[in-house]
């Protein structure tokens, strides 16, 4: 499913104050892409996400699913997240607590009244792609961080939605379990060929994961692009200091123009730049 963001607001009201977690943000993303929302804590990330859900109602602009509106104020059109055919999974797993694994992942097929066969076979076979196979009768608090996140994923994918939205989905993984299960969602993504919109605060992530990110900060866009794009080319300097590792060094310079040639000045240093475009 390919997903426009026109002109996306968002403005919250709150005892601290009136503000705009997300602002004037446009943005496409591609059928069967993996894009990434990427940026610091509080730029809005998640409010993107929640708009796209269904979650959020926007404060002004469009939201469309394959050139159909789905949230638009100005047209009073707004689809309820049950509408739109998306899952998500959350950085808290969420999990029902007093469900097995297999009732956890049958638990949005028995909302939409499919039958038990149909349901088991589902079950059984979103299991087994997500390695849970052994673990069916287990209870959330038998199972380990990697587990949970396992089951929280398989629930969302069992009833094959249209769009998968993961917001921070790894953040309570320690660091190895977050590659190794990093590169089993990427598996997982390619398989299934579904649009997926994965927020992350770590650019490490972003860069693997990604068909394409979206920098933001402050509840605004800063760039869009391949991760080579971004790496290669930052358009400006949030992006350039906030992608790669260790982060790129900033300098504040002159440039001056001596003899028809260009120079920059870093401290004592003289470097002459090569030819430049006039
Ligand atoms: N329900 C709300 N009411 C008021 N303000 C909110 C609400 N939800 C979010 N905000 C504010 O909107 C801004 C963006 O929040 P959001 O949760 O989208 O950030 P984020 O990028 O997901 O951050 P993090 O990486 O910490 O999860 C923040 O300043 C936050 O305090
Ligand atoms: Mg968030």
Do not use: W
Request: hydrophobic letters at 40%.
């Amino acid at each position: 499913m390919k997903i426009a963001l026109n002109s996306l607001a968002k403005k919250f009201f709150s005892l601290r104050k009136d503000h705009y977690a997300v602002k004037n943000l446009s943005l496409e993303i591609n059928d069967k892409d993996f894009f990434v929302l990427l940026g610091p804590s509080g730029c809005g990330k998640s409010t993107t996400l929640n708009l796209m859900a269904g979650l959020e109602k926007p404060t002004s602009g469009e939201i469309s699913f394959n050139d159909k509106i789905v949230a638009s104020p100005a047209k009073k059109i707004f689809l309820s997240p049950k509408e739109r055919n998306i899952a998500m999974v959350f950085q808290n797993y969420a999990l029902y607590p007093h469900l097995n694994t297999f009732d956890n992942i049958a638990f949005p097929l028995k909302i939409l009244k499919m039958n038990k066969t149909d349901i088991k076979k589902s079950v059984e076979q979103t299991a087994d792609i997500l390695k849970l196979s052994h673990l069916l009768k287990s209870k959330p608090n038998e199972l380990s961080g990697g587990e949970r996140q396992r089951v929280a994923i398989a629930r969302a994918i069992v009833r094959k939605p249209d769009l998968f939205l993961l917001d921070e989905p790894l953040s309570n993984l320690d660091a190895r379990l977050r590659t190794s299960t990093r590169a089993e969602l990427k598996k997982l993504q390619r398989r299934l060929n579904v649009t997926t919109v994965y927020v992350t605060h770590d650019q490490v992530e972003a860069m693997t994961l990604a068909d394409k990110i979206a920098v933001m900060n402050n509840g605004k866009i800063e760039q869009v692009g391949t991760p080579d794009e971004l790496y290669d080319n930052p358009a400006n300097i949030f992006t350039a200091s906030f992608i790669g590792n260790p982060p790129m060094n900033i300098f504040k310079t002159k440039i001056m123009e001596q003899n028809n040639s260009f120079f920059i000045q870093i401290g004592n240093t003289k470097l002459k730049l090569g030819s430049v475009a006039k």
